[in-house]
């Protein structure tokens, strides 16, 4: 593939980690490992250079205007027209949802470059449960319209459910691939998390935890997940809740709330190379998503031969088998995922049998 040149085009990248850019630095590495020349063009965080040359990516980033970088993701799109010669010299020009995928078609055609979307979902019905306002609950779906037609010469999706998703907002089904996301081989039952679970003095706890993004806007269920926590350490007191991730702080005044102190700790974010010890270090992982167009942390915890309880919500079916590798229940269901807890809790020869089937 030497001689290749590729655009990748997303409003977060390197060093902001999600499962979405984990898949992208996983990506984009190996096609460098390849030979491709790959360019990214991207948002600038607080704290980042301008420009940075990361694992033989070249990253131009791009000041959106305003102290607030998730608002500035969204003025991205239209301020990276002015900045389109960068990828003057590529092949071709890879695009994410969402913001990005607004104007990503837009600059595939001032350069006459083809142009490929990857959409990790859309949310569709599961708008109105989201906690946002409730302008934006109707705006949202209007948007996926549009860029569900968008002339973009190719789409690619996760899973069959985001594919769903994305007919039902008019992508054409036959200009769609299912390519479902693989799991970095650092995700695998020999990882040892014991050094974590002491310094976190959790040795004689019965450990549940889940990592990733703890914003209450809705997606992930976090208050869901929180109510369920209540209900399990009221039956078991051992039971405690490990949270790792980002924006602990947006929910750390429902968990006074909640008086649920002491029975849900933060274990600080964690970089991609820790996430496997976090899992090691669980008993069971677990989630209440509403929406999943793959859902990292499940294919992941369950590749480190963890069980996992989780809604049987989007994907999560297409990466969890319920009854053999976890536990799945209705979304926005407390009691039910309570319940599944408290059984892989207290049957530590179920949990273990499921994390090896995993």
């Known amino acids: ?35 491709v020349e790959v360019v990214h063009l991207t948002t600038k965080l607080p704290g980042t250079k301008g420009f940075e040359v990361y694992e033989g990516i070249k990253i131009f980033r791009l000041p959106v205007l305003t102290q607030d970088f998730m608002k500035g993701r969204f003025i991205f799109p239209f301020l990276s027209l002015v900045r389109s010669k960068i990828f003057k010299v590529v092949d071709l020009i890879h695009v994410t949802t969402y913001p990005a995928s607004v104007t990503g ?5 001032i350069l006459n470059k083809p142009t490929v979307l990857f959409c990790h979902e859309f949310f569709r019905d599961f708008w109105r449960y989201m906690r946002a306002n409730p302008l934006l609950k109707k705006l949202y779906p209007l948007v996926e319209d549009y860029i569900g037609r968008c002339p973009y ?32 081989s650092i995700f695998n039952p020999n990882v040892d998390g ?12 019965m450990v549940f ?28 007191p051992a039971a405690i809740l490990v949270l790792g991730g980002s924006d602990f702080e947006k929910i750390s005044p429902l968990i006074e709330r909640m008086r649920l102190e002491g029975r849900v700790i933060y274990a600080g974010p964690r970089p991609f190379k820790e996430v496997p010890k976090f899992y090691a270090m669980c008993d069971i992982v677990v989630g209440a998503s ?15 031969g963890k069980a996992v309880v989780a809604t049987n919500a989007g994907s999560i079916p297409e990466i969890i088998v319920h009854g053999k590798t976890g536990i799945l229940v209705p979304p926005r269901d407390p009691e039910a995922l309570a319940e599944a807890i408290t059984e892989l809790l207290t049957d530590k020869e179920e949990a273990e049998e499921m994390g090896r089937r995993g």
């Not at 030497?2 to 898949?23: C, M, N, Q, R, W």
């Not at 690619?156 to 769609?176: L, N």
């Not at 509403?290 to 369950?302: K, L």
């Open 1 to 35: 593939m030497s001689g290749v040149k590729v655009g990748f085009f997303t409003d977060l990248f390197h060093p902001h980690i999600g499962g979405g850019e984990a898949y992208l630095i996983n990506l984009e590495t190996r096609l460098v490992k390849k030979g």
């Open 105 to 109: 078609w837009l600059l595939g055609r």
């Open 153 to 184: 010469d190719w789409f690619i999706c996760p899973s069959k459910f985001s594919k769903g998703t994305m007919v039902d907002a008019g992508v054409p089904e036959a200009k769609i691939t299912v390519a479902y996301h693989g799991i970095d």
């Open 194 to 205: 014991r050094a974590l679970r002491e310094r976190l003095k959790l040795e004689d706890k």
């Open 209 to 236: 935890g889940f990592t990733g993004r703890l914003s209450d806007f809705g997606q992930k269920g976090i208050p869901y997940l929180l109510e369920a926590t209540k209900l399990v350490v009221e039956k078991l």
């Open 290 to 304: 509403m929406a999943e167009g793959f859902g990292f942390m499940y294919a992941e915890a369950s590749r480190c």
